[in-house]
């Protein structure tokens, strides 16, 4: 792929038109999926217009939602009442009625890379800050973001750096910025860490906040990446971000993000988009914009280049039903997938890509379908179900549900002998609620349905 | 097991005949055979399908959208419908007239063990009417299985010339003004060999029927009586009444309560149901308790003060008072409780020695206990000047009689000093409030009350979290002792406390006041809201409504309540739901 041409805005043709199914594409990769009625309107409105939305919806505050205003509401209630663990729940439902899904959706990657569990830091408030802190720099510059992570209570403590002493640097939060947030192995060497040990001295937690305790700091001289200076943290800091390789890093993680899981995107195609965040002096919302528009991320090497997360995943599948269901329960159901949010594995977050497949996870996913169309818990279109919902849209026989199934949640069209076999024993005869579920569950089984 | 069952028919057959007593004796118990051991009745159906329908809590739900919009989506519900509507018509009368003339004479079932059958007897009005209603509702089924191709099928046969059908494991016939369904050929023919012929000893003839049936009700509901020694002689009761438990709670709760079902020949309940209120009342007859480590801490000696009077201050949610002897229930604990029970009970002595200045928790700390505790949650009112959190919760407080208070002033005092003094080292490590703590004294009391720091709030802008609706106090006095989530609270209660026992036969008794609980449950409707949302998924408006709705229908409940009482020769259990008027 042409360096040049990857990152250029992409423009419909007749081979890939911008239809329905280009617009479930963008809306499972800048949120978490879109109801029929929403694609259809997010097609009306033309692609580019449609992500220019996307972006702006999320910059702007007065874009969000009857469920953001009551869910950030909800948020400040499971807060006072120290609930951390239906945090994970609360962001569930957040993310699927939120009218900003590209804020979500990015707030959601910054999560898996700041990763930072509630298993540790069992404080409901400071995880929810974190949250909060992780969304209002979602698109903002790079380095206000590193610089308030740094001092942010909830990953000093799930970094064991709560004390920092000149006496006894401790290494944690150094090691893994370097690592896991601004450069990646490889960038840097163990001096380096030592010394931005050091800088980062008498940086510490007191009664649930950052405390600079001056009298701990180490004034001496650093030499961090090759620079020597009397460094504290927050220059420290500046000496990494200005390293070429943290863009390298960011650009890398971004376009895994939104673009294809595997290193389908060459070395000189991800400089290219580095080029982009030096230019916007590592700004994200211009970077994720040129992303969203771009050729990588609408032909080929952007189209079914993803496995679908947990969470996207089961999400699709509400946002595509127009239901609603026990979040709590989903989050348990995700959790049991691999992905519960505020409760990433490790600090490394969320490995992702193929990871999220294997032989218990495949009937984790077909077990949570299972159960969305089984009891009360989802309630479809109101609690009217799968038969309403195919009255909605003047489904009248099997194969239009499967057709209608494939178009909007499926990233690559179903092959004819697929379609027969899902159609198997259905007919054309008038479709049941039980018959629906099942359609729908042999489709949500699929491979094709992992893919996004 | 059939031998057994064979066995416990012929012992309840070798009970001797006692004269009937016809104006007590339900109808139904003359077609039922001496053997049944469980017998249930609802006496006047129709009163109370018009009590249930008729009632302002019903009619309330009905005109809610949100129950008609559930109903009507429910499949279910809307089959029902259309097939009322068909019997309806078929019938050539309105559901509840069919109701009143096929079920006005009662309902009745019963369990018997020797056929191992169950059986339901209906009683009609309008023997006529019966057997339209039951001639359409067949033709309505096999219309519908026709249709559906599927149910089992219906089969018509005779037994002594009265037609008996059977679907599946069912049976049932006709007999008069008597709708027969059971599950066992057996236990059917029993029924209507007896209804033709008359001639067998029946559950009527039964004395210990006869005597336990002196007691059903006249009004509108339902009554149930059930022999507990046959239940006991097939071995159904051992994993209820055996002697050890690993479950010292439910021991507290209800170990009397078992050991009485270990030696009663049977247990009787009844439900009223009338518009103002539903009442329960389960008795269970004895001929004095037997001694035992069970009976021995729960009940009171005979002739001594139970139970002290409930305390009401204003705003009570839940209110309750019971007897139990804490230092018998602790010295006895190893009659009562397994190893594993057992190793905590000693863990627990150890820890509370400390707590309690080093005295021995059994024998130099409860000895100076009465066995009389009470237990009170209550709105309490928010103190001016002080921050209102954001989840706002009622208060708490238990009130426990004391022997000698002077004795233990010191011990109880410092007791709490070290719980707050923990509390504290545990704050700080979680970096949550801590708590200042006062001593006051006044006559013959000692007050010690905490209070949440409020330089915790100056540098944690932001919800007021929910420990500050907390004032932990405790209040020692001459001879009662209060520890409480709030002073307000403790110092009501302590000024309450002293009123003696009034009647020696309460050994619990529990009221709630639902009024002052929606109260409570409003002043958190949005955390409730929430919660809703999370789990139903619903909007913020659909979630507001029901929850509404929940608080509503409390509002409608005057009060509940519930009485344990240990009389000479009964234990009774009483439950009352009031409704608002």
Redesign the interface.
């Known amino acids: 792929m042409d360096p040049r041409w990857a990152w250029q805005p992409w423009e419909p043709s007749a081979e890939q038109p911008w239809d329905r199914r280009a617009a479930a594409h963008l809306m499972r990769r800048a949120g978490f999926g879109a109801s029929c009625q929403q694609l259809d309107e997010i097609v009306a409105l033309g692609h580019s217009a449609a992500i220019e939305r996307l972006v702006d919806q999320s910059l702007d505050a007065n874009a969000a939602s ?2 953001d205003r ?2 950030d ?2 948020g ?7 609930q951390t663990e ?1 945090l994970s ?2 962001w569930l ?1 957040k993310m ?1 009625g939120t009218g900003r899904p590209l804020l979500e959706k990015t707030t959601l990657f910054w999560h898996g890379h700041f990763a930072t569990s509630a298993a540790k830091v069992t ?1 409901a ?1 400071m995880m929810h800050t974190q949250y909060q802190l992780l969304q209002s720099h979602a698109f903002g510059k790079f380095e206000p973001l590193v610089q308030r992570m740094s001092r942010d209570p909830a990953m000093l403590i799930y970094l064991d750096s709560t004390q920092n002493r000149k006496t006894h640097p401790n290494e944690n939060y150094a090691r893994e910025l370097l690592e896991l947030f601004c450069l990646g192995p490889g960038n840097y060497t163990e001096a380096d860490i030592q010394e931005l040990a050091r800088s980062f001295t008498g940086w510490e937690v007191l ?3 950052f405390h600079f305790r001056a009298y701990m700091h180490d004034e001496g001289e650093k030499s961090i990446l090759g620079r020597r200076g009397r460094f504290g943290g927050e220059e420290a800091v500046r000496v990494i971000l200005d390293s070429p390789a943290c863009l390298r890093f960011l650009a890398g993680k971004l376009a895994k993000y939104f673009v294809a899981d595997e290193p389908r995107l060459s070395e000189p195609v991800i400089d290219a988009l580095a080029k982009e965040l030096r230019d916007h002096d590592l700004t994200i919302e211009p970077v994720v914009r040129t992303i969203l528009k771009s050729n990588a991320f609408w032909t080929s090497a952007g189209r079914a280049t993803k496995i679908r997360t947990p969470v996207e995943f089961a999400l699709n599948w509400l946002a595509t039903l127009e ?7 989903l989050a348990e159901a995700c959790e049991s997938l691999g992905q519960r949010p505020f409760y990433p594995p490790n600090v490394k977050g969320w490995d992702g890509g193929r990871i999220w497949i294997d032989s218990s996870t495949l009937i984790g996913r077909s077990n949570l379908l299972r159960r969305m169309f089984q009891g009360n818990q ?2 479809i279109l109101e ?3 799968l038969g309403a919902l195919v009255d909605k849209y003047d489904l009248r026989r099997g194969d239009d549900f499967v057709n209608w199934l494939d178009e909007n949640l499926l990233a690559v069209p179903l092959a004819a002998n697929v379609r027969d076999s899902v159609l198997q024993g259905i007919g054309n005869r008038s479709l049941s ?1 039980s018959d629906l579920a099942r359609l729908a569950v042999a489709v949500g089984t699929l491979p094709e349905m992992h893919l996004s | 097991m059939n031998r057994l069952v064979a066995s416990v028919a012929l012992m309840l057959g070798a009970i001797s005949v006692a004269p009937l007593q016809a104006a007590e004796v339900p109808e139904a118990a003359r077609l039922l055979p001496s053997t049944s051991l469980f017998y249930a009745e609802v006496n006047q159906p129709p009163a109370v399908v018009d009590v249930v329908l008729e009632h302002p809590v019903t009619k309330k739900l009905w005109a809610m959208d949100v129950v008609q919009a559930a109903l009507d989506s429910n499949p279910g519900w809307n089959r029902f419908q259309r097939g009322l509507e068909a019997l309806e018509n078929r019938v050539g009368a309105e559901w509840p007239e069919i109701v009143e003339a096929i079920s006005g004479g009662g309902m009745s079932f019963a369990i018997e063990p020797s056929t191992q059958g169950a059986v339901l007897l209906v009683r009609a009005k309008d023997e006529a009417m019966l057997k339209k209603t039951h001639d359409a509702l067949l033709e309505l089924v096999r219309f519908a299985q026709q249709l559906q191709g599927r149910g089992p099928e219906i089969k018509e046969s005779e037994y002594r010339s009265i037609p008996v059908w059977k679907a599946g494991e069912a049976r049932w016939a006709i007999a008069g003004p008597w709708l027969i369904v059971t599950n066992k050929d057996g236990l059917g023919e029993l029924v209507l060999d007896q209804h033709l012929d008359g001639d067998r000893r029946t559950l009527a003839d039964d004395e210990v029927f006869q005597q336990a049936a002196s007691g059903r009700l006249t009004q509108p509901g339902a009554w149930s009586y059930v022999r507990l020694d046959v239940f006991r002689a097939l071995g159904i009761m051992g994993a209820i009444t055996k002697r050890q438990t690993d479950n010292p709670a439910a021991e507290l709760i209800a170990g009397g309560v078992l050991e009485a079902l270990k030696t009663a020949d049977y247990a009787t309940a009844s439900l009223a149901v009338a518009k103002e209120h539903i009442k329960l009342d389960v008795t269970i007859p004895h001929r004095g308790l037997p001694e035992s480590p069970r009976t021995g801490f729960y009940f009171a000696p005979q002739g001594e003060p139970s139970a002290a009077p409930l305390l009401e201050p204003e705003g009570t949610i839940l209110s309750a008072s019971v007897y139990r002897d804490v230092e018998k229930f602790w010295i006895s604990a190893s009659e009562l409780f397994g190893d594993n029970v057992m190793a905590k009970f000693s863990e627990a002595e150890s820890t509370l020695s400390l707590f309690f200045s080093g005295r021995d928790f059994a024998t130099e700390v409860l000895p100076d206990f009465e066995p009389r505790m009470r237990v009170v949650v209550a709105q309490c009112p928010a103190v001016e000047g002080q921050p209102q959190p954001a989840i706002r919760l009622p208060g708490g407080a238990v009130v426990i009689d004391l022997k000698e208070g002077h004795q233990l002033k010191s011990t109880l005092t410092r007791a709490f000093q070290s719980f707050v003094g923990i509390a504290n080292l545990q704050a700080i490590q979680q970096g949550n409030p801590q708590l200042d703590m006062a001593t006051t004294r006044g006559g013959d009391t000692t007050t010690v009350s905490a209070t949440f720091a409020e330089e915790y709030l100056e540098n944690n802008p932001g919800a007021v979290p929910v420990q500050y609706n907390f004032r932990p106090t405790i209040i020692v006095g001459p001879r009662h002792v209060v520890f409480s989530s709030d002073k307000h609270l403790a110092e009501t209660l302590m000024s309450m406390a002293s009123k003696a026992p009034s009647d020696n036969t309460v050994n619990a008794e529990m009221k709630v006041e639902p009024a002052n609980l929606a109260v409570a449950l409003d002043n958190n409707r949005e955390s409730l809201i929430a919660e809703n949302m999370l789990e139903k998924g619903h909007s913020r408006e659909q979630a507001a409504t029901e929850v509404g709705l929940a608080i509503e229908l409390l509002q409608m409940l005057e009060q509940v309540s519930a009485r344990l009482n240990n009389e000479s020769d009964k234990l009774q259990l009483q439950v009352e739901w009031a409704y608002a008027p």
């Open positions: 009857q469920i009551e869910t509401q909800l400040e209630v499971i807060v006072s009442l120290g239906r729940g609360w439902l699927h404080e408030s009664r649930g906040q239901a609603s269901t026990d979040f709590m329960r989802t309630r609690g009217r179900g609620e």
